[in-house]
């Protein structure tokens, strides 16, 4: 069964809470925007393939993923380093 995109944006974007997340779809491609919540820095992630959030299976692989790479960013982060990072996938 394939979910549902407002579905899988729901999941997407309550999955980083304490941060603020935003998740858009352009042409079969995503753009996930991850705002730390307590600095200003702000995660973007461009040109995830819409396919990756077709099962739940997809969908937590790629929340997964995202969440350790916003790990190593914040660690970043507290040690002084950049303010933005933008990534695709």
């Known amino acids: 069964m394939i979910l549902p995109?407002?579905?899988?944006?729901?999941i997407l974007?309550?999955?980083f809470e304490p941060h603020a997340c935003h998740v858009e779809r352009n042409a079969g491609l995503?753009?996930?925007?991850?705002?730390?919540s307590?600095?200003?820095?702000?995660?973007?992630?461009?040109?995830?393939d819409a396919e990756r959030t077709e099962s739940i299976r997809a969908l937590s692989?790629?929340?997964?993923?995202?969440?350790?790479?916003?790990?190593?960013?914040?660690h970043r982060h507290q040690q002084g380093h950049g303010r933005q990072r933008s990534q695709s996938r």
């Open 13 to 15: 974007e309550d999955a």
């Open 30 to 36: 995503i753009t996930l925007r991850i705002h730390a």
């Open 38 to 48: 307590d600095s200003d820095d702000t995660f973007i992630l461009t040109q995830v």
């Open 61 to 74: 692989q790629l929340i997964l993923e995202l969440r350790q790479e916003l790990a190593v960013v914040l």
């Open 5 to 10: 995109f407002d579905q899988a944006r729901s």
